[in-house]
């Protein structure tokens, strides 16, 4: 077994516990690299076919390969999509900096899906190696009535057993693809020739690693214009991933308040 | 230096097979963890552009010194109170492999979060404060290393500085440590002392340490072996789920232990149901043809319909697992309320989930000053050896067999509240099930069915007691049996005076009696007779394990005569006890009858006769394919 093959293995079953365990779940479906990665290691899970529905909470201002990418694999991958619209802005805490209460817009149509169909579990593409409060999460991380985040009381969590009874009208993240590496994650999207929206090949020397809204996204300078090229640029880069998106460099703290009030 | 540092972890384009190897950093708090993890990215290169003017910016804005352990405190909180509050990750690699880098909180009260972390890894860094030397908190972390059953410990000696890199220091506290766990029967691989804060020892040999012979930190971190390979033991494939998506009936579950493949002869643990692995199912591409091991997801179809539930263990016949009510097992626990004899709790083994009692608690310790000892309770942050019995038999192993099998965890209101590992398994007076090979009869279903015109069933009758559910099974029985077909009555009561008889009236054994209640009538309805049982089986889940057991041949009908009623009726003058205190746990009186959602017949006696209410199921018969419509008789006559 490579390294991959573990990885995989290892999403797999927290998958098969998530399913198993849980009464109502959906999966978190953002479009990009990650999300894809873990619809198809569901797939892989259930035998070809996503049990539960896939769910976007659309801010209504991705890219349009974003939405393209969206309409035509949600029919392909024969997926139950469920795309749920955000808040406008003035809804939102206004004490946030201006890009985190952008995405904060993202918590919110979250919490909105989350009453319309009552989840108890829900699946998101977030990885340790992402960034620092990710790296503190669980597999299985229990969200308070509001979806927010007590960091300060994760249950213990070990030798693969997670805790899967939220607290009533409380619901789970569910993460099954944190121990992955953003390299693992194109590593495996090539192995398993997963499709990809074009932006993360480099075009005119620039070249997206992480994709958010449109006015909070930035590329990064690149000539990658394949996987390979993208693995050899990842294997020298000192950039962090999140370096284009602005909301985690507004303040020290900004993403962790995000985090904690319920925000991937 | 010898390290070759990426900010993110290594690409394995080609599937390349580097080892990666995952360490935790444990100690007491204060000893310096958070700033030899820090001080280790930053020698070997691997903090991201910009990450040190930020940690930089961050300590002058708070008026403070320069502060390495910043880099992982990421939370707030931690950094205002200057602790770990949570484990974190953080990955580089070495020339030889790739490691991943487990931060574990020291202070007490986040000894689940340590748990959390170290419970990942496959070596410890046990980081000691040379100045403070051995606390209550690094013997408890040794402890709980070895419980974990991480045996490669690497001890570093921080802070050389603040004792003038006193080599008689040292080799005090190597001393200490060392005796300490070598009591524990972990040998610890190398001991180093360090300055994390200026550098000594962690990459570099310094001139001030140059009375030191031994490795550098990060030479032991490269010494540090991956995880034993489990596919050398006998194969455990723990059954997480079944999956009827299509034409198959997929088993789903991960390889534990050991290897398979299609064709395989397997026996179904606790149950001892034999069976042969027809394929090996996957996607995209199906069936898979090559032998699959430890590790691995995967979902196999058998050669014959077994019932088979979450929770079972998958095992080759000649190497199963032992089937036992009763366990010993070493435990850590962090509830705040302690463990005690006679507590009901939930253990969880892989993904089976059983209910169970402490019977009796040993050795109830506190790792950090490990004299002191009780055998009432288990307090919070303690360990001990507990002894378990549990309401429905499983499938254990010995950790000294099986380290991933042979662990469990134990939940308390659906939260995990402690957990160690299974010392040993008490088969106690039963059968060796990888023995008991089940004999097939010699009569096929359809040779029965000719005979008695119709299907083998499970007729389940559920009520309160009174309710009338005994008359009504014996007019059904009566009938069926004038027309000919092979009903046989099983009443609650009458099994209990038999083959139940050692069973009380804990919600466990009323368990237990409706499970065997259902495999006698399983059994009666597999060779073509219609099992017709009354039992007030008030549990929504034990009739539901019921239903399971008898699967497609479960027809239930709840006689839901009104309570006021069976209590004026009163034949057996039960209610009469029961209202005068003379019956505990007596269904009927309390409210603990949860009266079932989707029964195939409700009946009310009270509002009609008994021959209509024996029509009435005999047309449920009819209408679910039990009792063979006249018409389509006379069709196949024709």
């Not at chain 1, 960034?131 to 969590?157: C, I, Y």
């Not at chain 2, 070759?4 to 995952?22: C, D, E, K, W």
């Not at chain 2, 709980?144 to 004792?163: T, Y």
């Not at chain 2, 050795?363 to 309401?391: C, M, Q, T, Y």
């Amino acid at each position: 077994m490579d390294h991959l093959d573990q990885l995989e293995a290892q999403s797999i079953y927290i998958f098969r516990e998530a399913f198993a365990r849980l009464k109502k779940i959906a999966l978190l479906w953002s479009l990009g690299k990650d999300s894809n990665v873990m619809i198809w290691l569901a797939r892989k899970a259930f035998f070809g076919r996503l049990p539960f529905p896939a769910l976007h909470v659309d801010t209504g201002k991705k890219f349009p390969e974003m939405y393209r990418f969206r309409d035509h694999y949600g029919k392909e991958w024969e997926l139950d999509l469920r795309v749920e619209p955000c808040p406008p802005i003035d809804a939102v805490d206004p004490t946030l900096p201006p890009a985190a209460r952008s995405a904060a817009r993202k918590t919110e149509g979250l919490k909105m899906a989350l009453a319309k169909y009552g989840f108890d579990g829900l699946i998101a593409g977030i990885r340790r190696d992402e960034e620092a409060t990710r790296a503190k999460e669980r597999v299985f991380s229990p969200r308070g009535l509001e979806g927010n985040w007590d960091v300060r009381d994760q249950p213990p969590e070990f030798w693969d057993h997670f805790n899967a009874s939220p607290p009533q009208g409380a619901h789970l993240r569910i993460h099954p693809i944190l121990h992955w590496t953003e390299a693992d994650i194109w590593a495996y999207t090539k192995r398993e020739n997963i499709p990809i929206i074009p932006l993360y090949l480099a075009k005119d020397g620039k070249r997206y690693r992480s994709l958010g809204d449109q006015d909070i996204t930035n590329p990064v300078a690149s000539t990658a214009t394949n996987i390979d090229e993208i693995l050899a640029e990842l294997e020298q880069t000192k950039v962090p991933e999140r370096a284009g998106r602005a909301l985690d460099h507004e303040t020290e703290d900004a993403f962790e308040r995000l985090r904690v009030a319920g925000y991937l | 230096m010898n390290m070759l540092v990426t900010p993110t972890s290594p690409a394995t384009p080609n599937g390349t097979t580097r080892p990666q190897v995952r360490i935790v950093i444990v100690g007491h708090v204060d000893h310096g963890k958070s700033t030899l993890v820090g001080r280790l990215l930053h020698e070997t290169g691997s903090l991201p552009d910009g990450k040190l003017e930020m940690l930089k910016a961050v300590s002058a804005r708070r008026g403070m010194p320069f502060e390495w352990s910043f880099l992982l405190d990421a939370l707030q909180t931690e950094r205002d109170q200057g602790i770990t509050i949570d484990t974190t990750q953080i990955r580089f690699r070495t020339n030889s492999r790739d490691i991943v880098l487990i931060d574990a909180p020291g202070h007490a009260e986040f000894l689940r979060n340590m748990i959390t972390g170290a419970s990942q890894a496959d070596g410890a860094v046990l980081i000691i404060d040379a100045l403070e030397g051995v606390r209550d908190q690094t013997r408890r972390h040794g402890y709980l290393l070895h419980l974990l059953g991480v045996k490669q410990v690497a001890v570093v000696v921080n802070k050389m500085d603040r004792v003038d890199f006193s080599d008689l220091r040292f080799k005090e506290i190597s001393d200490e440590i060392s005796a300490h766990l070598n009591g524990l029967g972990v040998t610890p691989t190398a001991i180093i002392p360090i300055s994390a804060r200026d550098g000594d020892g962690v990459a570099e040999r310094t001139d001030r340490i140059g009375w030191y012979k031994g490795p550098t930190v990060v030479e032991a971190l490269d010494r540090l072996e991956p995880a034993r390979p489990l596919e050398a033991l006998a194969l455990r494939l723990p059954v997480q789920a079944i999956y009827k998506f299509d034409d198959r009936r997929i088993v789903a579950g991960r390889i534990e232990s050991g290897s398979l493949i299609a064709g395989d002869e397997i026996v179904i643990m606790p149950a001892g149901k034999i069976a042969k692995i027809k394929t090996v199912e996957s996607w995209p591409v199906t069936p898979v043809a090559t032998r699959q091991g430890a590790g691995r997801s995967v979902g196999i179809t058998l050669d014959r319909e077994l019932f088979i539930e979450r929770g079972d263990i998958i095992a080759h016949a000649n190497t199963a697992p032992r089937e036992t009510r009763r366990l010993r097992a070493r435990i850590f626990w962090l509830h705040d309320k302690p463990l005690a004899k006679g507590d009901q709790i939930l253990v969880r083994s892989g993904p089976k989930e059983s209910r169970a009692t402490v019977v009796a608690i040993e050795k109830a310790v506190d790792p950090g000053e490990l004299e002191s000892r009780e055998n009432k309770a288990i307090g919070r942050n303690h360990v001990g050896e507990i002894d378990i019995s549990l309401s429905n038999p499983i499938a254990a192993d010995p950790y000294t067999e099986n380290p991933r099998t042979g662990r469990l965890v134990i939940e308390v209101s659906g939260r995990i509240a402690g957990g160690g590992l299974v010392l040993s398994v008490d088969a106690g007076q039963r059968a060796v099930p990888v023995d008991i090979v089940p004999v097939e009869s010699a009569l096929r279903a359809d040779e029965r069915s000719a005979r008695y015109r119709h299907n083998g069933a499970v007729v389940w009758l559920t009520g309160l007691p009174a309710s009338g559910k005994s008359t009504l099974a014996k007019a059904l029985e009566r009938r069926l049996f004038t027309n000919g077909g092979s009903p046989i009555l099983l009443d609650g009561d009458t099994l209990r005076a038999g083959l139940n008889n050692d069973l009380g009236f804990s919600a466990a054994d009323r368990s237990e009696n409706i499970r065997r209640l259902a495999e006698v009538a399983t059994h009666l309805a597999r060779n073509g007779h219609i099992a017709i049982v009354a039992a007030v089986s008030p549990a929504r889940e034990d009739r539901a394990t019921a239903r399971r057991i008898a699967d497609t041949a479960f027809r239930e009908i709840h006689v839901a005569t009104p309570a006021e009623i069976c209590e004026e009726r009163d034949p057996k003058g039960h209610y009469k006890k029961a209202r005068a205190g003379a019956l505990a746990s007596f269904t009927g009186i309390g409210n603990d009858y949860e009266r079932p959602e989707a029964a195939e017949l409700v009946i009310d006696t009270s509002a009609r006769t008994v021959t209509d209410a024996a029509d009435e199921i005999e047309q449920m018969l009819k209408t679910t394919g039990v009792l063979f419509d006249e018409v389509v008789d006379l069709a196949a006559n024709i």
